[in-house]
């Protein structure tokens, strides 16, 4: 199996030119199917699908997944009765809060149907828990973005995982508290329906949905993952670092690098940016593995935010390829380099 490098990030878009000699998808053998991963878009087969995508923002956050086998969507609710199953889902998470020793109550339940923004809000005082008679004040906050038009809504999480804390000392608490809901609602209002391909602004979160910005924000953390639902799949990782953060983030790639020295390598630009290509058999026949990053990442940066991608191609899913008309290895090239910034995708970043 393949190795493991550091930096759990995700990968680039390409505005390549690196390896000229590598094939571009249209001489593959292979139909191909145009997909948006936050500020990129790239070209997978078309029985390649976005199985999961997990989205880490300052103030909130949001994962959107496929059917699992009980036929139900992560983070997106379908149906006339969405809003009935995300309240129970709120409900059966403060339940466990409760079975867990904390004692909690709603403070805050905005569920009118004329309005496509719902919010509830529970507080939970946790000291019992944390055996600690000064632990925080803890709000588990949660927003529901809904489109009647389309029957779906997306569930979004406050404070990027739900709590929002202040200490026990905080005499102000709730009025502070107060504010940072109004930041976090704010937010919540800006994904939309935006049905994919398109040029709106922002991070794409789907084929579907859409988290619009004017401005991005200070930081963006997100993880995209596709597969064909046999054994060939990609993962596309995007991580940005604070201000001052460019010494560790020399050291990560000086590290990732020289892990290299036990595996093939080649330097490899994806959408521009500067990035290291392992390439190689699988762990199994006929299978193709890959991990490429970037070497240009920087600090306070979304622009040059940290970018890994990695995946399997397993030649027994695309027959397509075999013999002269390409191999796996040809697939992940032709992948790569068809990597991009979609339109108007760093519209808004500024650094």
């Not at 209002?189 to 994919?196: D, E, G, M, N, P």
């Not at 596309?236 to 010494?247: I, L």
């Amino acid at each position: 199996m393949f190795f493991c490098l550091g930096l759990g990030l995700l990968f680039t878009p390409p505005g390549v030119h690196a390896m000229s000699s590598k094939p571009e998808l249209n001489t593959l053998n292979l139909s191909f199917r145009q997909n948006c991963a936050g500020r990129y878009q790239l070209e997978l087969p078309t029985d390649m699908q976005q199985v999961k995508g997990s989205f880490g923002l300052p103030d909130i956050g949001f994962t959107v997944s496929a059917k699992n086998k009980q036929n139900k969507y992560k983070g997106i609710f379908r149906g006339k009765d969405r809003l009935t199953r995300w309240l129970a889902t709120v409900e059966a998470k403060r339940f466990d809060d409760e079975k867990g020793r904390s004692v909690t109550k709603y403070v805050l339940k905005e569920v009118d149907t004329q309005k496509p923004l719902k919010t509830v809000v529970y507080y939970s005082d946790d000291r019992k828990l944390m055996r600690d008679e000064n632990a925080s004040h803890s709000y588990n906050s949660f927003f529901f973005k809904d489109f009647p038009e389309q029957q779906l809504g997306l569930t979004i999480s406050g404070g990027g995982v739900d709590n929002v804390f202040f200490d026990r000392s905080d005499t102000k608490y709730q009025q502070h508290f107060r504010q940072k809901l109004e930041i976090m609602q704010g937010k919540a209002q800006q994904v939309h329906y935006a049905a994919w391909p398109h040029n709106r602004l922002g991070l794409c979160i789907n084929d579907e949905l859409i988290f619009e910005q004017n401005t991005a924000s200070s930081q963006e953390n997100y993880i995209v993952k596709f597969y064909n639902g046999k054994n060939s799949r990609i993962q596309f990782d995007v991580t940005s670092y604070g201000k001052n953060a460019d010494n560790y983030i020399a050291e990560q790639i000086k590290h990732s690098s020289g892990l290299l020295s036990f595996f093939a390598s080649t330097n490899m630009k994806v959408a521009g940016r500067k990035g290291k290509l392992i390439i190689g058999d699988g762990e199994y026949a006929g299978t193709t593995e890959f991990r490429w990053f970037s070497t240009d990442t920087k600090s306070d940066s979304i622009r040059f935010s940290h970018i890994a991608i990695k995946g399997d191609i397993d030649m027994e899913d695309y027959p397509e390829l075999g013999g002269v008309n390409g191999n796996g290895t040809s697939l992940v090239y032709g992948i790569l380099r068809a990597i991009t910034i979609r339109p108007n995708g760093m519209m808004g970043v500024t650094k």
